[in-house]
């Protein structure tokens, strides 16, 4: 089945840095969420990105379908931005194939 | 929009009980709907995948008399965990999905379920 790997699997920062989180994986997908998990379990979507880039405010998403990876961007970060942050990829049954994310800690 | 509901948000039931979790799309409709159980510090393990009317599928190694799934409307699937014990202790979340999205999953907030 398909292997999605995240790095890196820690990242401690002060308020106000940028961030770069990657996604590699191992097949063709028909898509792919980066989700932000809080601290108190919930699953936000962030971006539904099968290639090209997106942006929402200071987070942005490009995924280089024919390379196999996303990178996530996180610009200027703030404490709330904290808590873990999930690759997942559409395989061809539309089932989401999870990374086991990257755990992002924001200093103040 | 794409709101996915959760209830309770926690719960706690003594061993041998069995517990209801609801999942409710509250702005659209779901035609499938998927039940994860995430252990701390790992990411989610899908347990099964319900389209509206019809058998849950369930992955390899999950009960299907343990955790029985009803997905009886498009906007409404139910987890019942039944005859819990301390094992079955985790943070369950459902995620919804409708026919025009094209895969994309909305999460519920997860339920805490502790089983004494």
């Known amino acids: 089945g398909i292997q999605v790997e995240q790095s890196p699997p820690d990242l401690i920062l002060q308020e106000g840095a940028n961030s770069t989180l990657r996604c590699n994986f191992s097949d063709s997908v028909n898509n792919l969420q980066w989700f932000h998990q809080n601290p108190w379990g919930q699953l936000i979507n962030l971006f539904y990105?099968?290639?090209?880039?997106k942006q929402n405010g200071r987070l942005s998403a490009t995924t280089v379908a024919t390379e196999r990876y996303s990178l996530l961007y996180i610009s200027s970060s703030q404490t709330t931005d904290s808590g873990v942050y999930f690759c997942?990829?559409?395989?061809?049954?539309?089932?989401?194939?999870w990374g086991a994310g990257t755990k992002l800690i924001i200093k103040p | 929009g794409a709101v996915v509901s959760q209830h309770p948000s926690r719960v706690i039931c003594k061993s041998g009980t069995s517990v209801k979790i609801e999942c409710r799309s509250l702005?659209?409709?779901?035609?499938?709907m998927f039940w994860y159980r995430q252990f701390p510090k790992k990411s989610l393990m899908l347990m099964a995948t319900?389209?509206?009317?019809?058998?849950?599928?369930?992955e390899q190694g999950v009960e299907k008399d343990k955790f029985l799934i009803n997905h009886a409307s498009l906007t409404l699937s139910t987890l019942t965990v039944t005859s819990a014990h301390p094992e079955d202790s985790s943070f369950y979340i459902c995620?919804?999905?409708?026919?025009?999205?094209?895969?994309?999953?909305?999460f519920g907030p997860g339920t805490r379920l502790t089983v004494t």
């Open positions: 997942a990829v559409l395989d061809s049954n539309y089932q989401l194939i």
């Open positions: 990105i099968p290639s090209g880039t």
């Open positions: 319900s389209n509206e009317g019809s058998k849950a599928t369930y």
């Open positions: 702005d659209f409709q779901a035609t499938t």
């Open positions: 995620s919804a999905r409708s026919l025009g999205t094209g895969g994309e999953q909305y």
